[in-house]
C-alpha cells in the first residue's frame, strides 16, 4: 500500500510552491491535479503520470466521492501518490475531507500545506490583509455554501468584527453576501475589491463598496475564481501602488 500527499500547490505561482511540493511533485509516481494549479502544472516532469480531475463549479468531471476513491485505488498501485491542490489543501479544498476518507480507509497519507490564495492573491495586488490601526482581524469565509445545508455563516458576527473580510467562491452569491453585509450594519460605503484569476495574465482588480460593487460587478463581467476583499485595507492599495 503506498501513501498519499496531499499537497497545497499554492496560488498559481509555480515559485510559491514549497520546496517539500516540489521533490513529491517530482518523486511522485502518479499525480492527481485540479485545474486550480496552472503555472505548476508545467512544474510536472514530462512523462509523469498525471490524471487532471480539474472541476469547476458549474460542470464537475469527477464527483468527491469519485475522487476519493480513485486515491485509495491509486495507493493500491502506486508507492508515491500526490494529490495536488490550489492554495492550502486545508482552506476550503475538501483537504479534510479526502483526508478522512483515507484515514477511514487505511491509506497512509500526509499533508503539505501551501500558500493560500485567500492570503497570497490579495498581496499580490498590494492589499495586506492585516495592517496596525486599520484592520486587526482577518476572517475568511466561503460565499457559497453547501445548497442542502442549513446557512450556519454567522453574518451578523462577521459584520460586527470590524476586521478584514475574505470571501473566497463568492462571485455567484455576491448580491446576497453584500445584501447580508449590509443589513448587519455594515457602511455602504466600506471598500470591496474583487480579485479575478491571481498570479495569473489574466489577474484583474475590481473595485468598488457594498453599495455598489454588485452593479461594478456586473458591468465588468467579474467572474469565477475570484476573491472577494471587504475592508478599509482595501483602501491602502492606492498607497502602496504608487
Ligand atoms: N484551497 C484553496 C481554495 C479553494 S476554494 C486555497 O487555499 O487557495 C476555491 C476558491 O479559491 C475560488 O473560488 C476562489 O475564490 C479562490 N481562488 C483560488 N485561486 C485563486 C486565484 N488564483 N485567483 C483568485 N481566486 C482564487
Partial sequence: MGKVYLVGAGPGDPELLSLKAYRLIRDADV???????????????????????GKTA??????????????????S?????????????????????????????GVEFE??????????????????????????SITIITGHEMEDKEENLNWGAIASLKGTLVILMGVGNLGKNVEELLSHGLHADTPVAILENGFTPDARIVTGTLG???????????????????????????????
Avoid: C, W
Fill in 31 to 53: 499525480l492527481l491535479v485540479d485545474n486550480l494549479v496552472l503555472g505548476v502544472k508545467r512544474m510536472i516532469p514530462e512523462g509523469k503520470k498525471v490524471i487532471d480531475i
Fill in 58 to 75: 458549474t460542470a464537475h468531471k469527477y464527483s468527491q466521492a469519485e475522487i476519493n476513491e480513485l486515491m485509495v485505488e491509486l495507493a
Fill in 77 to 105: 498501485r502506486y508507492e508515491t501518490v500526490v494529490r495536488l491542490k490550489g492554495g492550502d489543501p486545508f482552506v476550503f479544498g475538501r483537504g479534510g475531507e479526502e483526508a478522512l476518507y483515507l484515514k477511514e480507509h
Fill in 111 to 136: 499533508i503539505v500545506p501551501g500558500i493560500t490564495s485567500a492570503i497570497a492573491v490579495p498581496a499580490s495586488f498590494s492589499i495586506p490583509l492585516s495592517y496596525r490601526g486599520v484592520s486587526s
Fill in 212 to 242: 455598489n460593487i454588485v452593479t461594478v460587478a456586473k458591468r465588468e463581467g467579474v467572474k469565477p475564481p475570484a476573491i472577494i476583499v471587504v475592508g478599509d485595507v482595501v483602501r491602502l492599495r492606492a498607497k502602496l501602488s504608487e
